[in-house]
């Protein structure tokens, strides 16, 4: 750049869930409403900002791993960090060579004010109390550039305090979008032909308690399903003390309501679940499931699940282990665990070695990777509604999409004019996990 204090160019990238993603976007299009160019993160820009997620140490070390990544393709970009990472180690961050602004959670809406404003050297840290915050930082951006599916942050926050997550200390308390927000959200990603909405939240099952008058997912998923019949929408991550009858009846009453549900298990033993204040027990958990399955035709299930728990031995993980393999469920994600800075379960003795939980974690991918095998095979010889996406399958080059209860699926013809639509795809195979079949017309 001719002049360090002359930022036009800016590489946005971001690490972590879908919350922070829908966050990027929103922040994407107040950097260009500021007359900032967006370029990949990878190329040569003036500044790069990095939304960090904090869930696990390793993601602590992509974010550092991305300043460094910045600065050799220009040594003397100004390197913006935020999101999580930012919100909780501020200081930490600030010291860091090249960085000069650590963004919080609470004013990474203000990102574009800075850059536009007096740049200085020394770095610079904009992070407040994150319980403070009352409203979510951004409004919803009005298009996600390159996805198929739209993501739709609708609440933000959590107040359950597991005593692994640091993700409360880094979003704050719960917060809701308005109801006549998510509403209008909602139908400007129908009208951009947004084939797909996907529901995002940090605490997703908790929306609308905070709001006046205080209303529920189940209400107003009602009302957007009623209003854009011809979108799809999915939820994401739901615990499973959230999932309410009410929510179960509108699998059955709405064709465009998709059968799938990702319930964060974290482990199939009670004392375990105890101390991770989890708030239920495997009675629970499997009665829910099977409730579940029973109400809602051709559902998946994911579940979340985390080893190497302090405490956890060999028995409390064969109970997690026995537990997975009876539930009929469709796909698991499998998390050792990580420790983070002020959280409760720090003083949980005893620690399990790194060595167990790698081991304990490939026992349960493999019980995951039979889980999706039996599930998808259930498909063979059916028709299912497959949205059909911008990127090709890696392996084969063949164009894939997602079916309605969230089946890769790989097509035999792509012609670009399937992109972005729904077709009615004919299964004839399944590889490795994924199904495969014909498309059909009309």
Known sequence: ????????????????????????????????????????????????????????????????????RALRTNPRARIIITGCYAQTQAELLAAIDGVTFVVGNDQKHKIADLLSGPLSDRPRIFAGDIFLQKQLPFAPPSRLAGRTRAFFKIQDGCNAFCSYCIVPFARGKSRSLPVPDVLKGAQNFSLQDYREIVLTGIHLGYYGHDLQPRTDLAHTLETLLSQNPKTRFRLSSIEPNEISDDLLR?????????????????????????????????????????????????????????????????????????????LPVAYLHVFPYSERPGTAALAIHPKVPEKIKKERAAILREVGAKKREAFARRFLGK????????????????????????????????????????????????QEGKLAGRTLHG
């Open 383 to 430: 028709t299912l509604p497959v949205l059909v996406e911008q990127t090709r399958d890696k392996k084969t080059g063949l164009a894939k999409g997602f079916s309605h209860n969230y089946l890769p699926v790989l097509l035999d013809k792509s012609p670009a004019s399937l992109v972005n639509t729904l077709v009615r795809v004919k299964i004839e195979k399944v």
């Open 1 to 68: 750049m001719n002049n360090d204090n002359v930022i036009l160019k800016v590489g946005l990238t971001t690490l972590g869930c879908k919350v922070n993603q829908c966050d990027s976007a929103a922040l994407a299009e107040n950097l260009q409403a500021a007359n900032f160019s967006l370029v990949p993160f990878n190329a040569f820009a003036d500044a790069y900002i990095i939304n960090t997620c904090t869930v696990t140490a390793f993601a602590d070390f992509q974010a550092r791993q991305l300043i460094r």
């Open 250 to 326: 509108l699998f059955g009453h709405f064709d465009n309501l998709c059968p799938h549900l990702h319930i964060p298990l974290q482990s199939g033993d009670d004392s375990i679940l105890k101390m991770m204040k989890r708030g239920y027990d495997t009675a629970f958990y499997r009665a829910l499931i099977e409730n579940v399955i029973r109400t809602v035709a051709d559902i998946a299930v994911g579940i979340d699940v985390m080893v190497g728990f302090p405490g956890e031995g060999e028995k409390e993980f064969s109970h997690t282990q026995r537990l997975l393999e009876e």
